[in-house]
């Protein structure tokens, strides 16, 4: 999948102004140009109350290069299952926006901007599948550089997402990163740390300007 070029951003996402707070800017749109904008410095959309925010936390979730923490579990669990990479997306974004699931959050203006993104070239999902080839879980987020910002994850099956995160991280290879907002107990237990957000907003230029493994 090629990656369609990305016009300048009507918006100016200046890290400097932003409060000491995760919300940093409110409004804007969803406009290619203006997401992939956004991450590359360091912020990220999610609607709330009917208000499109845009987010760069005081206190990162990243999963480190070479950090992703595979148990034997895991590894059995991966035995037993197929990957795919960007040959459901949509249906990926669909499973993690179930409106059953707490704290759902991707609504449809969200799905359209992503999967806009997918057919750009920006937006990637990772696929688990069972032995019958029914996807049982998955990861879908942006891909800029070597920065992989992960918007949700879902599973149907145990430990379908954790396979999908390992073989996410293959496909990034050595040097990658990546970028899960915030850290959850889930999360951490994959390896998953805090950097504040001034670590986080340096180590970006030499993410998001790498060559790109997609």
Not at 179 to 197: F, I
Request: proline share 8%; hydrophobic share 40%; charged share 20%.
């Amino acid at each position: 999948m090629n990656t369609v070029p990305m016009p300048p951003s009507r918006y100016d996402f200046d890290p400097s102004s932003w409060p000491d707070e995760d919300c940093v800017v409110a409004g804007a749109d969803l406009r290619p140009s203006t997401i992939v904008d956004a991450y590359r410095h360091g912020a990220f959309p999610m609607p709330h109350a009917g208000q499109l925010l845009w987010w760069s936390p005081l206190n990162r979730g990243v999963l480190e290069p070479g950090a992703l923490r595979v148990t034997r579990s895991m590894r059995r669990s991966a035995r037993h299952f197929g990957i795919t990479v960007d040959t459901a997306f949509e249906q990926v974004i669909d499973a993690c926006a179930d409106p059953t699931r707490p704290g759902g959050w991707i609504d449809t203006d969200i799905r359209t901007a992503y999967v806009e993104l997918h057919r750009l070239g920006w937006a990637h999902s990772v696929e688990t599948r069972d032995d019958d080839g029914l996807l049982v879980g998955g990861v879908y987020g942006l891909g800029i550089g070597r920065l992989f910002a992960g918007e949700s994850m879902f599973h149907h099956a145990r430990d379908a997402s954790k396979v999908a995160m390992m073989a996410l991280v293959d496909r990034l290879g050595e040097g990658a990163m990546v970028d899960v907002q915030w850290q959850t107990p889930h999360l951490a237990s994959l390896g998953v740390v805090e950097w504040p957000r001034s670590t986080y907003l340096a180590a970006l230029p030499g993410l998001v300007d790498a060559p790109s493994p997609w």
